[in-house]
């Protein structure tokens, strides 16, 4: 049973390649942009260049062009291959990742949104959502309450020296962390806010 992981969407781009949970080759790189020049020579690099028997996939939030360039590959190479494709969180992600560093402890995370906000979402012991994900002005982010275990790109802001933030970005290399629970085979992507753009008024939509 092998399983390839995909995760672009952030400013980080990473697939990962494991069979029966065992990691068989890993490639991870920091590039903000350009995810699609990165991602399909980053797959092609894994042994049997990525071929496996189920792929699982960032459904974001992050970046709007980053999370479908992502959904797009993962979405191609399944009907290719002819195997099942699901989707997670990317906070889910970055919350096992903390969890697994700090031990199995309830964890907020904090990661770089759109429009000067920040994506807030808190997560139990056991690494299952506490509410759902929210988009905030970061000011309104500082004033709720937060977990002692604060995780994400924006977790030291959040944290304001006190508990423990931890900077991380989604590494695809510890997907199979992610609880199960929370692996979708709904695709649609999670764009965490409502879209900028809107119908005239009186516009109906198709």
């Known amino acids: 049973m092998r399983t390839l992981a995909i995760d ?13 949970g065992h990691e068989l080759a890993h490639w ?11 991602l399909v020579p980053a ?25 479908r360039i992502g959904l797009a590959a993962a979405r191609a190479l399944g009907l290719a291959w002819g195997v099942p494709v699901l989707g997670y969180p990317t906070l889910a992600l970055i919350a096992a990742m903390a969890r697994a560093g700090q031990g199995c ?14 994506f807030v979402q808190h997560f139990d012991a056991d690494g299952l959502p ?9 000011e309104q982010a500082m004033g709720q309450h937060h977990h002692p275990l604060v995780a994400g790109s924006k977790a030291a802001v959040l944290a304001q020296g006190h508990g423990i933030a931890l900077d991380l970005l989604p590494d695809a290399r510890c997907t199979l962390l992610v609880p199960e629970a929370l692996l979708l085979a709904d695709l649609a992507p999670l764009y965490g806010r409502a879209p900028d753009a809107r119908l005239p008024h009186g516009a109906a939509s198709a």
Do not use: Q, Y
């Open 130 to 138: 506490e509410g759902e994900l929210a988009s905030l002005p970061p």
């Open 28 to 38: 991870h790189r920091l590039i903000g942009r350009g995810h699609a020049e990165h």
């Open 43 to 67: 797959i092609a690099g894994l042994p049997d260049k990525g071929r496996a028997d189920r792929i699982l996939v960032s459904l974001g939030p992050g970046s709007f062009t980053g999370v």
């Open 8 to 20: 672009c969407a952030t400013e980080a781009c990473s697939v990962a390649l494991f069979e029966h």
């Open 105 to 118: 402890e309830p964890v907020s995370v904090c990661m770089t949104g759109g429009h000067g906000e920040w």
